[in-house]
């Protein structure tokens, strides 16, 4: 397992506990070991550590067909220092029986093999790109529809925006996406500021997360001329008490066109944050509303209180 210098770490924590990514061992392009529903973030984490080919349920089944209720395959873009399984271990197998053909990549492995979401977001996006057209291919479908948390919704919204993905997707959704980037309570000014301190970044955490940083010129060329292209509906899940993305609107589409949700709009008791985005039961029906309106239904709101389940994230990925 990775682990980041010791100095870095310190820098981190004194910002905040909590803003250490997801570290897990790299795994296939397209993991298919069969492997259990996840109740939580920190749990999926662990398993996904041991447990490198892990899919999550429901997804990566190439002779699934598409139905005309949902003509079009998901495709579920994981974060930094990530795996497909510890990500998306509770929400494939709420698509999937939602009727959902569902499928989960890894992309960006590190040079040792041993994290996922770490190469550069312009490589990660081709290998997305890539990954597509067999799907397309083999299941006839005619589209597709990308969910990319943090780091993924960037890696898919390249892909659309600046890769032709346009032409082989209707629908980007996007959970906490880095839309503007993140601050990071105020260190990503800090590391930028200072003579090589992205490079640091880029070094031990990755390219990818590097270009992620408020105001990188990464951000600035994706974005410029407008956030989003015509042809694709695009929906921007972000929660006001991200610990990675601040401001929270930062996470947010500026286009017109865009639909853009915050959670605590809709449920106000729902603290949820950035690390536990991708397990969370409001978020997620946000996110399965967004792929199916025809079926769309209020969110329960189930309260959480601020902070819940971060710290047990952080000790499963360290």
Request: aromatic share 8%; charged share 15%.
């Amino acid at each position: 397992m990775r682990r980041p210098r010791w100095s870095l770490i310190a820098l981190l924590v004194a910002a905040t506990p909590a803003l250490f990514a997801p570290v897990a061992h790299a795994s296939p392009l397209m993991p298919i070991a069969a492997a259990p529903t996840q109740p939580d973030h920190a749990d999926a984490i662990r398993y996904a550590a041991t447990n490198r080919d892990a899919a999550p349920p429901g997804s990566n089944d190439m002779s699934c067909t598409p139905t005309a209720a949902h003509p079009n395959p998901v495709v579920l873009v994981h974060g930094t220092d990530s795996t497909a399984y510890s990500d998306w271990a509770g929400f494939s197998p709420i698509l999937r029986a939602a009727g959902f053909c569902v499928f989960a990549i890894n992309y960006g492995t590190s040079p040792d093999g041993t994290s996922n979401g770490y190469g550069a977001i312009e490589d990660s996006a081709a290998q997305l790109k890539s990954i597509t057209r067999s799907i397309l291919d083999e299941t006839g479908a005619a589209a597709v529809d990308v969910v990319g948390y943090s780091q993924g919704a960037a890696v898919a919204r390249y892909f659309v925006n600046r890769l032709g993905g346009n032409r082989m997707v209707d629908r980007w959704v996007g959970i906490a996406s880095p839309t503007y980037g993140g601050t990071m309570y105020g260190v990503a000014p800090l590391v930028q500021a200072v003579p090589g301190g992205t490079g640091l970044v880029a070094g031990e955490f990755g390219t990818g997360l590097a270009q992620l940083m408020a105001g990188s010129d990464f951000l600035e060329r994706l974005n410029a001329g407008g956030d989003t292209v015509p042809g694709v509906e695009y929906t921007s899940i972000a929660t006001k008490v991200d610990e990675v993305i601040q401001p929270y609107t930062n996470a947010l589409l500026r286009d017109p066109g865009a639909h853009n949700i915050v959670v605590q709009d809709v449920c106000p008791r729902t603290e949820v944050a950035h690390f536990t985005f991708t397990y969370d039961p409001t978020a997620l029906r946000l996110a399965l509303n967004a792929l199916d309106p025809a079926n769309a239904r209020p969110p329960n709101c189930v309260p959480v209180p601020l902070g819940a389940g971060i710290l047990d994230v952080v000790l499963a990925s360290n």
